[in-house]
């Protein structure tokens, strides 16, 4: 295994996330980003063991072992480093190649389905950019199965990342398809199917929020098509939390610097919008992170704002009044 898969590897299993999942708890915090517990490694009475999630490392003070998540797979399962590193495959569970070549399968068909590309433009994404850096593509159903088993990929690999159903068909039919870090987004087209579906696990972070976090005002929505809508308008400060309930991920991030964030959620006729807009507005609040809320017009969402005849300008002037 060469040096970047390793990297890979390691950057896919978080020190901190594997030491919970076999039943490691931090006793307390030491400062920002290092925490400290009883040693797993060893009979510890006081807690000695130490870890970095920022460096992604540990160190037990009691033992003096340290090192990465491998070493840590190695000590605690009691094997030599290549079974150390078979072992966190297998426990990382959908080899990222495997989504990454579904996703590219459904970007060559979303040019292949015209019903696809008209979907898109009727919700106003009519940019072949804006397609291109989200990596847009179209599940059209049925022949997914087939390309992935050509590529070597096992029948039971198909099913355990949720691509494939137990009795063989594709997961995601007619579904316009957004990766995201570690699951795939779709957008289905038929008004018979639920509008809304991820495959199983984590829906990731904040969408694309290497690219944002480092802007001191960002604007989050809380569908991919609200953020295309912005990106295309030009407001490039625009992150997504796929849905109005932010994961514990999602609010770190935002949580990670000082900024101010705008908080446009649809503006639902129920106003579920709204209240989901104020009560993240609060839990912000807390953790000293200063809030706007964003009033689009009733029953808009910025999807529909610029689908609508909505313009950049408008929309600017609705950032300034949000309050
Ligand atoms: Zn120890």
């Excluded at 994404?125 to 022949?143: D, F, N, V």
């Excluded at 689009?296 to 689908?307: I, Q, R, T, V, Y």
Aim: net charge positive; hydrophobic share 35%; aromatic share 10%.
């Amino acid at each position: 295994m060469n040096r970047q898969a390793l990297d890979d590897l390691k950057q896919q299993i978080p020190l901190m996330g594997y030491l919970q999942a076999h039943d490691w708890h931090p006793a307390r915090p030491l400062s920002r980003g290092r925490w400290i517990g009883l040693c797993p490694l060893h009979e510890d009475h006081q807690p000695s063991f130490l870890v970095n999630t920022n460096k992604d490392l540990f160190y037990c003070y009691g033992c003096g072992r340290g090192g990465d998540v491998i070493r840590f797979a190695e000590l605690y399962h009691q094997v030599k480093f290549p079974q150390a590193v078979a072992l966190l495959h297998q426990w990382r569970g959908v080899e990222p190649s495997l989504l990454l070549e579904a996703a590219r399968f459904y970007r060559i068909q979303l040019h292949r389905h015209s019903e696809a590309v008209a979907y898109l433009y009727q919700r106003g994404i009519r940019s072949s950019a804006t397609i291109e850096l989200m990596r847009i593509g179209y599940a059209p159903g049925g022949c997914l199965r087939r390309w992935l088993i050509q590529l070597g990929y096992p029948m039971p690999a198909l099913c355990q990342a949720g691509l494939v159903t137990g009795n063989g068909y594709d997961t995601y039919v007619r579904r316009i398809v957004f990766p995201l870090e570690g699951n795939l987004y779709g957008r289905s087209l038929s008004a018979s199917a639920p509008a809304h579906r991820f495959l199983p696990g984590s829906k990731g972070g904040l969408y694309s929020w290497d690219q944002v976090r480092q802007y001191p005002e960002v604007i989050l929505v809380e569908g991919l098509f609200d953020y295309a809508a912005l990106w295309q308008a030009g407001f490039h400060n625009v992150t997504c939390s796929l849905g109005t309930n932010l994961n514990a991920r999602q609010l770190r991030q935002l949580c990670d610097g000082s900024r101010t964030v705008y908080l446009t959620f649809d503006a639902d006729q129920n106003g579920s919008g709204r209240q989901a807009a104020q009560s993240l507005a609060c839990r912000l609040t807390e953790h000293g992170v200063s809030t706007r809320t964003v009033s689009l017009p009733e029953g808009h969402d910025p999807n529909s704002f610029f689908a609508h005849g909505g313009d950049a300008h408008q929309f600017q002037s609705l950032l300034e009044e949000a309050r």
